[in-house]
Antibody
Framework: EVQLVETGGGLVQPGRSLKLSCVASGFTFNNYWMSWTRQAPGKGLEWVASITNSGGSTYYPDSVKGRFTISRDNAQNTLYLQMNSLRSEDTATYYC??????WGQGVMVTVSS | DIVMTQSPFSLAVSEGEMVTINCKSSQSLLSSGNQKNYLAWYQQKPGQSPKLLIYYASTRQSGVPDRFIGSGSGTDFTLTISDVQAEDLADYYCLQHYSYPLTFGSGTKLEIK
C-alpha cells in the first residue's frame, strides 16, 4: 500500500522559510516521479512542483519558481519542498504525491504575521 | 499554459441519477506518439485527500467502481457518474498532465439531494 506522510508544516511569517518533508513507503520510491500539490482553504487544487525519479530534473509553475525547491533523497525514501520568501498566498494544505496517483494526507502551511 | 475549463461549478442530484461533469482544455491533450489523452479525474471527499479515479481520460483506476466513466479526446472530456450514491458526495477535479505547468480544472461540487 502506498503511504506518503508529510511533515514540517506550521505557522510562519511572510518572507520566512519552511521545509516540508514526505516519507514514502509501500512502493519503490526511486522508480517514480514525485510532486507537491497544494490547496488553499476552501479553494481548488494547484500543482506546485515535480521531480524526476533520479532527481535530475525539476519543474515549477511561475507562481513558485525561484522561491520553492523540490528535492529528494532516494536512499531515505524522502521528498522535500524548501519554501523561501513565503507569502500569504502560499497558505494552503500541501500534498505530497507519487506521480499524480498516490496522495498523502497533507500538511498545513499558514503564512501570516 | 493549458487552461482547463470545468463545468458545472456545482450540481445536486438524487441517489440513482446520473451526472456529467465536463472539462475543456485550451489545447489538445492527445499525444501523437501513443494516442493517449493526458487527462485525469480526481475525487475529493470532505476532509480527505484527492483520490485518482480516471487516467488517460478513460482508464479507471484500480478499485474505482464502474459507475465512474471517463470519456472524450483532444480538448473535450467528460466524467459520468451513473447511479449516483450518497458516498459520491465530493468535489471532482480534472487535471491535464500533457505539459508543464500541470493545471487543474476549478472543480465541481456534487451534492446529494
Amino acid at each position: 500500500e502506498v503511504q506518503l506522510v508529510e511533515t514540517g508544516g506550521g505557522l510562519v511569517q511572510p518572507g520566512r522559510s519552511l521545509k516540508l518533508s514526505c516519507v514514502a513507503s509501500g512502493f519503490t520510491f526511486n522508480n517514480y516521479w514525485m510532486s507537491w500539490t497544494r490547496q488553499a482553504p476552501g479553494k481548488g487544487l494547484e500543482w506546485v512542483a515535480s521531480i524526476t525519479n533520479s532527481g535530475g530534473s525539476t519543474y515549477y509553475p511561475d507562481s513558485v519558481k525561484g522561491r520553492f525547491t523540490i528535492s529528494r533523497d532516494n536512499a531515505q525514501n524522502t521528498l522535500y519542498l524548501q519554501m523561501n520568501s513565503l507569502r500569504s498566498e502560499d497558505t494552503a494544505t500541501y500534498y505530497c504525491t507519487r506521480g499524480m496517483d498516490g496522495w498523502g494526507q497533507g500538511v498545513m502551511v499558514t503564512v501570516s504575521s | 499554459d493549458i487552461v482547463m475549463t470545468q463545468s458545472p461549478f456545482s450540481l445536486a442530484v438524487s441517489e440513482g441519477e446520473m451526472v456529467t461533469i465536463n472539462c475543456k482544455s485550451s489545447q489538445s491533450l492527445l499525444s501523437s506518439g501513443n494516442q493517449k489523452n493526458y487527462l485525469a479525474w480526481y475525487q475529493q471527499k470532505p476532509g480527505q485527500s484527492p483520490k485518482l479515479l480516471i487516467y488517460y481520460a478513460s482508464t479507471r483506476q484500480s478499485g474505482v467502481p464502474d459507475r465512474f466513466i471517463g470519456s472524450g479526446s483532444g480538448t473535450d472530456f467528460t466524467l459520468t457518474i451513473s447511479d449516483v450514491q450518497a458516498e459520491d458526495l465530493a468535489d471532482y477535479y480534472c487535471l491535464q498532465h500533457y505539459s508543464y505547468p500541470l493545471t487543474f480544472g476549478s472543480g465541481t461540487k456534487l451534492e446529494i439531494k
